[in-house]
């Protein structure tokens, strides 16, 4: 999803390849949104998804009548993408329904079908589900196949610190990717995925997100972190992280960023990672005395 309707990107910097300013967000296979305005050349569309808005190619959009849009988004019975990413079963007959990357979050519907193959594979050891096409123009939907072995689960995860951790550890050392630029994640693409798996839709961006309802604790320097729930977010203006807890009198939190300084050098990082909070920013403070609050989100 784009600024403009533009693919080239736009940069702060001579050299810079890392922060295109035009870049806004990724979307899912799958994912809903309404049309708001065509380009001229109706070569892009201007669309509202659950928590954004922007520019997105026309070619990359099925159209769809409401109905069919939402009878096929409220399907009751559903397979949740809980892995970093997953893929449908290669298909040598439907090439637009093999090999279909979904990343977490993503959330399609499982068809109750007693059939043995699809496109000459047993369905056995794997999910059937109804994937979204477009032939013409138009939404159509076809059965594809997923593994049984992917990392998905048949509805919402539990939601429980345990598994919030565990979710945010699946995305360990994945490439930093401002806006899901170069198919890796931000900070806030992080805690909205991870949270996505449990049935919570947060907004996109940090500054949203941190309005969101919970139980939330002020954070006023290292020694508030003893009042905060592990699997928590932490927020500072323009940044987020997911805390872990304290170990060895540390406290560590696993964000995706950018980097940090050492002295008057800055470290690169461009990954996810578990770090301490006392990492060092650019006007000399420590990450956790620019933290402000903490949210444990609720339903």
């Keep these: ?46 669309v509202q998804t659950r928590n954004y808005r922007g520019w997105v190619r026309s070619k990359d959009i099925a159209l769809a009548e409401r109905k069919d849009l939402f009878d ?7 397979l949740m993408v809980t892995g970093d990413r997953v893929f449908t079963q290669p298909n040598p007959y439907e090439r637009d329904i093999s090999m279909k990357e979904m990343v977490m979050g993503t959330r399609v519907p499982v068809i109750d ?42 509805g919402y995860i539990p939601y429980t610190v345990n598994n919030i951790i ?20 931000d900070c806030s693409g992080l805690v909205m995925r991870v949270f996505k798996t449990f049935g919570i839709t947060l907004p996109r961006n ?17 020694e508030s972190l003893k009042t905060v729930l592990p699997g928590s977010a932490l927020y500072m203006p323009g940044h987020v992280a997911i805390y872990l807890g304290e170990a060895d009198s ?30 060092m920013r650019s006007d000399g403070k420590r990450f956790v005395d620019c933290f402000t609050k903490a949210i444990a989100f609720t339903f």
């Design 250 to 279: 540390r406290n560590y939190i696993i964000h995706a960023f950018h980097g940090y300084f050492d002295g008057l050098r800055f470290i690169k990082v461009n990954e996810v990672a578990v770090t301490t909070v006392d990492l």
């Design 206 to 222: 940090t500054w949203q997100q941190e309005r969101c309802p919970g139980k939330t604790v002020e954070i006023k320097g290292e």
């Design 166 to 185: 565990k979710q945010a550890f699946k995305f360990l050392w994945h490439r930093y990717g401002w806006g899901d630029g170069f198919s890796g994640i």
């Design 72 to 78: 096929y988004i409220e399907r009751k019975e559903f």
């Design 1 to 46: 999803m784009r600024k403009l309707p533009v693919e080239v990107g736009m940069f702060r910097e001579i050299g810079d390849k890392e922060f295109d300013v035009l870049q806004e967000t990724g979307l899912e296979l799958a994912e809903p949104l309404i049309i708001l305005h065509k380009s001229r050349d109706r070569k892009w569309f201007f």
């Design 113 to 154: 079908s007693k059939v043995e193959t699809v496109d000459g594979q047993s369905t056995n050891g794997n999910f059937v589900i109804e994937l979204p096409c477009k032939r013409k123009g138009e939404m159509d939907t076809k059965p594809a196949l997923i593994s049984m072995r992917e990392d998905v689960s048949l």
